[in-house]
């Protein structure tokens, strides 16, 4: 089982940390990554977000998740399962819990079904996946609504 930590660094909405850890531990564990596999979630407010999109990526104003992966290509070391000892780290998936909520009426619907999916596709982006082109994007947000119908499933006591 990969390593998952979690770190609530923001006030504005109340977040369920056990919650989001599981997502990302069963999204890893569907997306047959290593057990020596390290990734870290941090929910973050508005302003912490925004600079870290001005910072790396250039772009204005917050938005609702960032990926940083820190591996070159962490994907293909994260289905590595060797005989290795050192850890492989994915990277660091950033929410913003504000934006979440702001998006989630007309996007996923609710607040914790929209941290759900930025949670879900944060740990896609760190494991190779892009919306670059359409067809990335359809396959992305494919595998998204998978993993995230079987989640609740789980979550609901179904054992699909």
């Known amino acids: 089982m990969a390593e998952v ?3 609530d660094e923001q006030t504005d909405e109340p977040v369920d940390g056990h919650r989001i850890a599981a997502l990302a531990d069963f999204v890893l564990d569907a997306e047959s990554v290593t057990a ?4 870290s979630i941090l929910t973050v407010d508005a302003a912490t977000i925004a600079d870290l999109n001005s910072r790396f990526l250039k772009r204005q104003g917050p938005t609702d998740v960032l990926a940083f992966p820190i591996e070159d290509a962490p994907w293909q070391a994260a289905s590595d399962d060797s005989s290795a000892d050192a850890p492989v780290l994915l990277g660091d998936v950033v929410v913003c819990p ?3 909520r702001r998006n989630a009426p007309t996007h996923a619907g609710t607040f914790e079904a929209e941290v759900d999916l930025l949670v879900v596709h944060g740990l896609l ?4 996946y892009d919306h670059n082109s359409d067809a990335d994007a359809d396959r992305m947000e494919s595998r998204e ?16």
């Open 36 to 39: 020596r596999a390290e990734v």
């Open 145 to 160: 609504r998978r993993l995230l119908a079987r989640f609740a499933a789980r979550h609901a006591g179904d054992p699909r």
């Open 5 to 7: 930590f979690f770190a």
């Open 98 to 100: 504000a934006v979440a």
């Open 125 to 128: 982006h760190l494991l190779g």
